[in-house]
């Protein structure tokens, strides 16, 4: 396989201290390494950004862009608000329950536990509205391996499904 391990995934935010503030004092998380400058080094192009990191424990990455000349921040109207979010994964329910209790005695409004089946997760909104979900796996080997040997055919039905009823 190509692809060895997540590196970072990156996201705008509209305050960068805020930003820092939320993930290194609510979530816990190691503020890395930050980067300026005032133009785009992969294009070239003007765009005075600050670009922050904070480090999970497999070593890899949550990044944030506050790029304060840019039009404000906006969400995608075609898309339900609960369709993109973020999952971290904790270790246990002991720790899921943690981090809620966490959240909410910092003022974080939280959703759930949601137990979808094969996890456990909560929800939440960070500095910029980003949605958050904490999650922990609730399945053993043998029920991961059920659902990856379903997971083919369940494409394959919701791909007859979408022709069936005329969806795109």
């Known amino acids: 396989m190509l692809l060895r391990k997540l590196h970072h995934v990156a996201y705008r935010c509209v305050d960068a201290v805020a930003t820092h503030d939320f993930y290194t004092r609510v979530l816990g998380m190691k503020y890395a390494a930050a980067v300026t400058n005032d133009h785009v080094p992969s294009m070239r192009a003007f765009s ?3 670009h922050l990191f904070f480090e999970m424990a497999d070593g890899s990455y949550i990044a944030f862009f506050e790029v304060p000349v840019s039009p404000p921040m906006g969400s995608d109207p075609n898309t339900p ?25 910092c003022g974080i409004d939280v959703l759930g536990p949601t137990d979808h089946g094969f996890c456990k997760s909560i929800y939440f909104r960070d500095p910029s509205g980003h949605r958050l979900e904490l999650t922990t796996r609730t399945t053993n080997a ?16 919701w791909t007859e499904r979408k022709r069936r009823e005329g969806w795109r």
């Open 81 to 105: 608000d609960w369709v993109q979010h973020l999952a971290l994964e904790v270790a246990d329910e002991t720790a899921l329950m943690a981090g809620k209790a966490r959240l909410k005695s």
């Open 48 to 50: 005075p950004h600050f």
């Open 142 to 157: 043998a029920e991961a391996t059920a659902q990856e040997n379903e997971a083919g055919p369940m494409l394959a039905a």
